[in-house]
């Protein structure tokens, strides 16, 4: 690219994103949209303005999702899954169309500001076994030139997010990245110093908790702890500052330990396992929201905290795999109904979170277990319901694990009919679902109403009136327990 393609380059999106390139605050999040019940993605983006968010991770190149960024200064990472990394990584025709279709139509006058992509998540996962490791730098190279010929290279960034397992070490000045990785990762961050773009980590002491039950539990929060990790003259309070540090020497062994880091995912789930609830979670993201806007950053690199760190998540997502674990569909800020689940400043100038508006949610109805059936033959039909509805609160640790057996069975058959859009079919479950319009939450747990989306709604009951009279049963039934 010649110099003054560059500079009018950088001039146009400079007077294009002008304004954006003023606000820089640290705190984005990542909007993750695996859910039954998706809110339309101008409700998410008005969410996003309200609470003052500036910067966001998407997993993908979702047209409705970067339509509805259009135009708001929001800066945007956009995702590549990695199963579209072999394509890319083979054929220099697929990233440029990749770059066409999902990148330059965007990166418009009045279009939305994208400004990193990242090239695959958390592709070197051990659990993976390799499997996309040799995409990689073919994958970079030819997004790169794609970039470059769209003039976009100045100004979009390639990055690759990578999971914490990457590197290893008891203490974090002994930190060094996977023996295998080595090499890949040597040539990765040869790159990315090359191209001006950060090191892209996810960071998770919940799941350094959940995964071993000799962790201190306050190591994990940041409000001290009895379990201080000493290294050398560098003393260690929380495991962000010692997994973000181990990071830090494993990217000095490979000579670039100046290297600026992302935290691309950070968070606290709050259902679905022990540890994960709504004061822990509260906690932990207070405390990292404050610590990293502190500006102390970590004893290997004082006063330098993160560029950017973006919170997973903003929204939860009920349609994820629980292959992880419960907590899996429970990791949002919001829930998927774009509620705030506890106070929490983001420090981006509102103190508290602001709730979704104009939520259109389908009429106040649930479908429960019907009082007056023998229901031994349920099982099937829980089997069944749980296994596309998310039933992932039910199991220890989660809000609704002790609602007892009937609460578990109207807890599946709720989860399925709103799963169903409120189908009536959906709640008959060979007459032992009943349709309500008493909420039938009990406590912590929720009894969810799902919310309208692009498909066309069920046809309204038959019989209003019907409904309403068992309803009435079901509630001085409910009484008599
Ligand atoms: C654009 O991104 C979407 C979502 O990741 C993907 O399905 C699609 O194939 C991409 N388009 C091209 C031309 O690669
Ligand atoms: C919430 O989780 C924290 C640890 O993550 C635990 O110490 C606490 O007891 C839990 N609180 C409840 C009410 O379960
Ligand atoms: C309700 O379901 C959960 C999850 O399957 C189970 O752990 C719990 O024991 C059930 N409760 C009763 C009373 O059957």
């Known amino acids: 690219m010649s110099f003054p393609r560059f500079q009018a380059a950088f001039l146009y999106l400079f007077l294009l994103f002008g304004s954006s390139l003023v606000v820089e605050s640290a705190i984005g999040v990542n909007w993750g949209t695996i859910s039954f019940h998706k809110l339309k993605p101008t409700t998410v983006v008005d969410l996003l303005k309200s609470n003052r968010i500036q910067k966001v991770k998407l997993f993908e190149a979702d047209p409705s999702v970067l339509k509805a960024l259009m135009g708001t200064g929001i800066q945007v990472m956009i995702g590549i899954p990695n199963e579209m990394l072999a394509s890319l990584s083979s054929s220099l025709l697929a990233s440029d169309l990749w770059v066409r279709h999902n990148l330059s139509s965007y990166v418009v006058k009045g279009g939305a500001d994208i400004r990193y992509v990242a090239v695959g998540n958390e592709p070197f996962l051990s659990s993976y076994n390799g499997e996309y490791q040799s995409y990689i730098m073919p994958a970079l190279l030819n997004l790169q030139q794609s ?3 769209a003039n976009l290279a100045s100004y979009v960034k390639l990055v690759v997010p990578c999971n914490a397992d990457a590197y290893e070490s008891s ?3 002994q930190g060094a990245f996977r023996p295998e990785l080595t090499q890949i990762m040597t040539q990765l961050v040869s790159f990315l110093n090359s191209n001006g773009s950060p090191f892209v980590v996810n960071i998770y002491p919940f799941l350094s908790l959940y995964g071993n039950s000799d962790f201190p539990q306050d190591y994990a929060f940041f409000e001290g702890t ?9 003393v260690y309070y929380n495991a962000f500052d010692g997994n973000y540090d181990t990071l830090v020497s494993a990217l000095t062994k490979i000579g670039y330990g100046q290297m600026p880091i992302v935290i691309g995912e950070v968070g606290w789930p709050t259902d679905g396992a022990m540890g994960a609830n709504l004061t822990a979670a509260r906690v932990f993201n207070q405390g990292l929201i404050n610590h990293v806007l502190g500006n102390k950053g970590t004893p290997l690199r004082p006063g330098t905290p993160p560029v950017d760190v973006y919170l997973f998540s903003l ?3 009920g349609a994820k795999s629980v292959l992880p674990g419960n907590f899996e569909r429970h990791w949002g800020i919001f829930s998927f109904d774009g509620q705030a689940k506890y106070p929490l400043n983001l420090g981006l100038g509102n103190k508290v979170l602001k709730n979704a508006k104009h939520v259109e949610y389908l009429p106040s109805r649930w479908c429960i277990a019907n009082p007056f059936r023998d229901l031994t033959d349920v099982a099937n039909h829980i089997k069944l319901a749980c296994s596309v509805a998310d039933c992932s609160t ?6 609704c694990n002790g609602i007892g057996a ?6 599946a058959f709720n989860s399925y009919y709103q799963l169903q859009m409120q189908n009536e079919k959906s709640c008959e479950f060979d007459g032992l679902g009943m349709i309500t319009f008493l909420d039938p939450s009990i406590g912590e747990c929720r009894f969810l109403v799902g919310v309208t989306d692009s498909r066309s709604l069920s046809s309204p009951p038959s019989s209003a009136s019907g409904i309403a009279w068992v309803s009435l049963i079901w509630f001085f039934w ?4």
């Open 147 to 149: 970039l470059a010929r």
């Open 171 to 173: 203490l974090p000045s």
């Open 226 to 234: 009895t379990h201080a990790v000493t290294d050398g003259s560098n």
């Open 315 to 317: 929204l939860d997502e």
């Open 394 to 399: 039910l199991n220890y640790g989660g809000s």
């Open 406 to 411: 009937k609460g578990n069975i109207s807890y």
């Open 478 to 481: 409910t009484l008599v327990l």
